[in-house]
C-alpha cells in the first residue's frame, strides 16, 4: 500500500485547514473555557461545509467518501482545537448505516448526536446533543436526555452524563456495527490528536527560533533541541499510524481492530508528550493562564481517556498481535546453565 495521500486528499486537507483556521482557534477555545462561547466553529457550521457528511452516503444527503478522507480533515480540526468533534459524527454515521432519514440529519446537522456507552459515564460531545444513541444488548437505542455536563477540563470535547428518556428501539443484531463504530471513532479521534499535536510541535519549534537566551535562539540548546526532536518524530510516526488505521477501516476490515487500538494508544502518547514539550520549551510563560500551550495540554489530558483509556488501548493491541502470532513455532531450545561455584 501507499503512505501516503493522494492529490485529491491534499487538495481537501488544504480546504479543511482553510476553514477550521477561519471559524475556530485557541483563541475561542479559551472563551469556552471561560464560559463565555459556545465551541467553534460550531455544529451547523461543520454540518454546512459538508464535513458531517462525508462518510455519509450520497443517498442520504452526505458525500459518501471514505473513513480517510474524514481523518484528513480531522486532523485539520485538532490543529485548532475545533468542536464539535467528528469523532461522535463518525461513530454516529456507522451506526445509523441503512436509516438514510436519520443519516440526513446527521449530515445536515438538523440533528445532533451523540453517543452513550454507559449509564453515568462521560459522553464526547453530549453537551450540545439533542438525541443520544446508546446500546442495549444487541439493540440500537436512541433517546432524548437530561444532560449533566459539570466543570470540564477541556469544554470543546463538550463532554456531559445523560439521563436517558423516551428510548426507542430503532435496529437489532447491531453488535458487530457498534465495534466496527467504536473503532472508526477511535480512529478519528487519534487524527484529531494527530492535528493538535502537529501544532503544538510547530508552536514549539517557532518560539525556540524566536527566544533567546545567553546571546543564543534557545533552540540551539540540545536541551531544547532534543526534546522537540522526539515530539517531532512522535508526531510523524503517528501519522503514518493514522493513515493507516483509516485505510483499514475502508479496505481491510480484518486489520481494522488492531489498527484502530494502535492509533488510539499511540495518539495519546504523542499529543500529550507533544503538549508538555511546548509547555518545557516556554519556561514560566508555558504553563501560565495566559498562554495558549495549556489548552493543548487539557485536549491531551481529555483525549487519553476517551473510547477507553490509553492502557487498556494498548492491551488490546498486546492480546490481538498475541492471538495473531504463529501458533507452530518451534519451541526454545534448551538452555544448559553451568553450576555456579560460591566464591
Not at 458531517?52 to 458525500?63: D, K, L, S
Not at 481494522?256 to 508538555?276: F, N, R
Not at 487539557?298 to 473510547?307: P, Y
Amino acid at each position: 500500500m501507499n503512505f501516503d495521500l493522494d492529490d485529491d486528499q491534499r487538495v481537501f486537507a488544504e480546504a479543511a485547514r482553510d476553514f477550521f483556521t477561519g471559524t475556530a482557534s485557541p483563541a475561542d477555545a479559551r472563551k469556552s473555557l471561560d464560559g463565555d462561547a459556545p465551541t467553534a466553529p460550531g455544529r451547523q457550521a461543520i454540518a454546512d461545509i459538508g464535513f458531517y457528511g462525508i462518510t455519509v452516503p450520497e443517498a442520504a444527503g452526505g458525500a459518501g467518501q471514505s473513513v480517510l478522507d474524514l481523518a484528513v480533515v480531522a486532523e485539520q480540526a485538532g490543529r485548532v482545537l475545533a468542536g464539535p468533534s467528528l469523532v461522535t459524527a463518525a461513530r454516529a454515521s456507522v451506526l445509523l448505516e441503512g436509516d438514510d432519514k436519520r443519516l440526513a440529519g446527521l449530515a445536515d446537522g438538523s440533528v445532533s448526536y451523540a453517543v452513550v456507552d454507559a449509564p453515568g459515564a462521560p459522553a464526547l460531545d453530549a453537551a450540545t446533543a439533542t438525541r443520544f444513541l446508546s446500546r442495549d444488548g444487541d439493540d440500537l437505542v436512541l433517546s432524548s436526555g437530561t444532560v449533566t455536563v459539570g466543570d470540564p477540563i477541556d469544554p470543546t470535547r463538550g463532554l456531559g452524563t445523560v439521563e436517558l428518556t423516551d428510548s426507542e428501539v430503532i435496529a437489532s443484531g447491531i453488535g458487530e456495527r457498534w465495534d466496527r463504530a467504536e473503532r472508526v471513532a477511535r480512529i478519528i479521534l487519534a487524527a484529531e490528536g494527530l492535528g493538535a499535536a502537529a501544532r503544538a510541535v510547530e508552536m514549539g519549534v517557532a518560539y525556540a527560533k524566536e527566544r533567546e537566551a545567553f546571546g543564543r535562539q534557545i533552540g540551539s540548546y540540545q536541551a531544547i533541541k532534543h526534546m522537540l526532536v522526539d515530539s517531532f518524530v512522535g508526531v510523524e510516526q503517528l501519522r503514518s499510524l493514522v493513515w493507516w488505521a483509516a485505510w483499514t477501516a475502508d479496505e481491510s476490515a480484518a486489520e481494522l481492530p488492531l489498527a484502530a487500538a494502535s492509533a488510539k494508544a499511540s495518539a495519546a502518547g504523542v499529543l500529550e508528550q507533544a503538549a508538555e514539550t511546548l509547555i518545557q520549551v516556554h519556561g514560566g510563560i508555558g504553563f501560565t493562564w495566559e498562554h495558549d500551550a495549556h489548552l493543548y495540554w487539557r485536549r491531551a489530558k481529555v483525549d487519553r481517556l476517551l473510547l477507553g483509556d490509553a492502557a487498556s488501548a494498548f492491551d488490546e493491541v498486546a492480546r490481538l498481535a498475541l492471538a495473531s502470532a504463529p501458533t507452530n513455532a518451534p519451541d526454545p531450545a534448551p538452555v544448559e546453565l553451568e553450576p555456579t561455584t560460591a566464591s
